[in-house]
């Protein structure tokens, strides 16, 4: 299966992005699906995780009650609504698929990548 995100940008402290994730081949509906990132210096942390069927959500502490994960399995498509936006969620930002059907919050039980969309947070 191939990831393509999208929706990153420029954006001020406050603001609000919702990111896309489309899927393309494989079978989408069975994904447990993230979104993770990656900050200047930083290691690749899970911000967000989604079960198959969308039952199931994980946050970080770091984005909790500002970010909503959510997914759309007649389109392949998974998205990540940010909300109240710091310059301390300035990363990259990537989407991935675990091929088990659960709610996946360690990176190794990811299977596939997308390319990543840059989220920049700045006044």
């Known amino acids: 299966v191939q990831l393509q995100a999208s929706g990153g940008g420029l954006v001020q402290p406050g603001s609000s992005l919702r990111l896309s994730c489309a899927a393309v081949?494989?079978?989408?509906?069975?994904?447990?699906m993230g979104w993770f990132r990656q900050g200047p210096g930083k290691e690749r942390e899970l911000a967000a995780a989604?079960?198959?069927?969308?039952?199931?959500?994980y946050y970080s502490d770091s984005v909790k009650g500002r970010f909503t994960i959510s997914r759309h399995n007649a389109k392949n498509t998974v998205y990540l609504q940010m909300n109240s936006l710091r310059p301390e969620d300035t990363a990259v930002y990537y989407c991935a698929a675990a091929d088990n059907y659960g709610l996946s919050t360690t990176l190794n039980e990811y299977d596939y990548w997308g390319q990543g969309t840059q989220v920049t947070v700045s006044s």
């Open positions: 989604i079960s198959w069927g969308g039952a199931s959500t």
């Open positions: 081949g494989g079978a989408f509906s069975r994904y447990g």
